[in-house]
């Protein structure tokens, strides 16, 4: 925030306002004051004169009318007697001049050399000529002082219709007024700068009571956008001030709470964001991302730097689709399919506006969530249940055809009719296997079963198989047993450990060729017992050896089943071997051979006792 310049501060401000009106007060006073006091001081000095030449204007009346002899003195001499009687104090000169302008005396001593003169003077003049007395200030050319002229006319009678016989000139010293009233001026311009001094001092002390709340009020509220509400303002008194730092204080305590509450509840949706499986995805208004989750990052492979700020439709990769606006009015999820052709991998978009109560929208959430597995199960189980409508279909088909044959009329025919009724039992029979098949793995699906488990000897165990087998066998395959000598147990659930390796055997002898070998050994790996059978079929192509453990999966769908199998024992088979702690996996050469590989847990200790083991 930028510091207030000097004058333009209120406390500058607030003297100077002070001081101008102060000293517009005073000055007004002042003018109006010096102006009255001239005015009264002149006046009363002039009264006191006039007071005067009322005397001497009777005195000289009397002395010129005077009936005069030898004996008298002369009207001169008698008139500068009057004068000089009269001349004192301020008066400086008076003089008597008569109605032609002759001077016929004068108070002072230095000019009685003008008696008998004519009187030049412009008041004396302009009295005679007017008839009426005339005044003026003008200044003494020898003194410089300011001196008062009045020219009085006196008349030969007390009426103002008298004849006029001559003039009273006094001038007298009116400096002295001046000089008072200056001397006033200087006293109260002493005062006003005394005054303005404490003015000032005043006017400072004022503003400072202003203007320091204020300015801990600015700090305050500096230091609260910086995120400190410790401080606290002043309060200097109870006045609108002090109002408003205690107000501005309360304030300063809710925002304190507000913001801690906002941090905490900031917090809190952090935690759940970072913390929900769910990706969460905020934008502004206008679609660029603002806030993006841990999980939402992960969910897209991405990471936060290159994601903030850019467009929501090109960072789910939809912006071919949708924009922003059709976004804004999805009502059903979008998926996002990234699967790729090594994994599937596929995310289900929901969108929320954020909208305000007018109407207006202020961004967007998407809400990611990873549905590969739900997608992946769904497709299983709509494959599953096509692939078993397929499989019954099939047996079903061919049962009708052969029954219709035989409803038809074949049935009397000896020659046909009995191989119509084999194929409609194998058909029947395989119907049977498969919905067995169905059956058993549904159980295990649904955990609806229990291993009866035994210890036996591994070795007699798989053997046993084998010569069933052996017995059995109607092909031209031989059999090499590469088992160990040593003898070892397992715990297993006999009959279905059985089910395990009949399956693996006949697939085999299934799929030898002609004088192919078939071989079987175990080893001990680790804590598990591994099992091997092998052949030198057909083999499997690369990419479908993992999937021979699926469900219904056959390579080579019509040369299997003419073969008679299900597609499912090898999927019976893992759920077993898993269900025992095993595993099972394939190991294929097209053209070559194959061998499957399963896994058996045992307990060492166990046996050591018996000391079976080497
Ligand atoms: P099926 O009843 O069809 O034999 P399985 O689940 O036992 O079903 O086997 C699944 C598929 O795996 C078979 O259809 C076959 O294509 C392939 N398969 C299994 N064992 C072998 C093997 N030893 N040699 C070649 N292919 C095999």
Redo the contacts with the bound molecule.
């Keep these: 925030m930028h510091k207030v310049s000097f004058f333009k501060s209120i406390h500058v401000k607030l003297v100077l306002i002070y001081i101008l009106l102060i000293l517009l007060a005073l000055q007004i006073i002042g003018i109006y004051f010096s102006r009255e006091l001239e005015q009264n001081l002149k006046s009363n000095f002039q009264q006191s004169i006039y007071q005067r030449v009322d005397l001497m204007q009777y005195s000289i009346r009397e002395e010129i009318l005077k009936e005069r002899d030898d004996t008298m003195p002369s009207l001169e001499e008698s008139l500068n007697s009057i004068v000089k009687e009269f001349s004192t104090g301020d008066i400086l000169e008076i003089r008597v001049i008569d109605n032609r302008y002759r001077i016929l005396a004068t108070s002072e001593s230095n000019n009685q050399n003008l008696i008998g003169q004519s009187s030049n003077t412009d008041t004396v003049r302009r009295a005679i000529s007017a008839e009426t007395a005339f005044d003026l200030i003008s200044l003494d050319k020898k003194t410089r002082n300011r001196v008062w002229e009045l020219a009085t006319p006196i008349r030969d009678g007390a009426g103002p219709e008298d004849e006029i016989i001559g003039v009273l000139y006094i001038i007298s010293d009116i400096e002295t007024v001046f000089g008072q009233v200056s001397d006033i001026n200087s006293i109260f311009l002493g005062g006003t700068a005394v005054s303005l001094v404490i003015t000032i001092f005043l006017g400072i002390l004022v503003a400072r009571t202003i203007t320091q709340p204020i300015a801990d009020m600015r700090k305050q509220a500096q230091a609260m956008a910086k995120g400190n509400f410790a401080r606290k303002v002043r309060v200097y008194g109870t006045d609108e001030i002090g109002q408003l730092a205690i107000t501005f204080n309360h304030l300063t305590n809710r925002l304190q709470e507000a913001t801690s509450t906002t941090e905490a509840e900031r917090r809190k949706l952090d935690s759940v964001l970072s913390n929900m499986t769910d990706g969460v995805i905020a934008t502004d208004r206008k679609g660029r991302i603002i806030l993006i989750n841990d999980p939402a990052l992960e969910l897209l492979h991405i990471s936060r730097d290159v994601t903030l700020g850019r467009p929501i439709a090109s960072v789910l990769g939809i912006e071919q689709e949708y924009n922003f606006e059709d976004l804004i009015h999805m009502n059903d999820a979008v998926n996002l399919n990234f699967s790729t052709a090594e994994a599937p991998y596929i995310l289900r978009a929901n969108f929320s506006v954020i909208q305000k109560e007018t109407g207006f929208i202020n961004g967007l959430i998407t809400v990611l969530h990873d549905i590969t597995e739900q997608e992946k199960i769904e497709m299983e189980r709509r494959e599953f249940v096509s692939n078993v409508s397929h499989e019954l279909r099939t047996p079903l088909t061919t049962m009708r055809s052969y029954l219709e044959a035989l409803a038809d009329g074949a049935w009397k025919d000896e020659s046909i009719a009995p191989s119509f009724l084999n194929v409609t039992q194998t058909e029947t029979e395989r119907m049977i296997r498969l919905v067995n098949d169905l059956l058993q793995l549904s159980r295990m699906d649904s955990q609806d079963y229990e291993l009866k488990k035994d210890i036996v000897l591994f070795n007699s165990f798989f053997n046993s198989i084998i010569d069933r087998f052996e017995m059995a066998k109607s092909q031209n395959v031989t059999f090499e047993r590469l088992l160990p000598e040593a003898s070892y147990y397992v715990e297993i659930d006999t009959d279905k450990v059985t089910q395990v390796i009949d ?1 693996i055997i006949s ?2 002898i ?2 030898s060729p002609d004088g192919g070998s078939v071989r079987f050994g175990f080893t001990v790996q680790g804590e598990m017992l591994k099992v091997m059978i092998s ?1 030198d ?4 192509p690369k990419e479908n050896v993992t999937r ?1 453990f699926d469900r219904f ?4 769908r019509a040369r ?1 089943r003419s ?1 008679g ?7 019976i088979a893992r759920e077993m071997i898993e269900a025992h702690g095993g595993k099972i996996w394939a190991e ?1 050469e097209e053209g070559y051979g ?1 061998t ?1 590989f399963f896994t058996l847990p045992y307990d060492l200790d166990e046996f050591d006792e018996e000391g079976e083991w080497e």
């Design positions: 399956n697939n085999a299934k799929y052949d079929g057909m083999g499997i021979i999966y056959r390579v080579d299997a073969m199998g299900t597609g499912l024992g090898l999927a294929s194959t499957i």
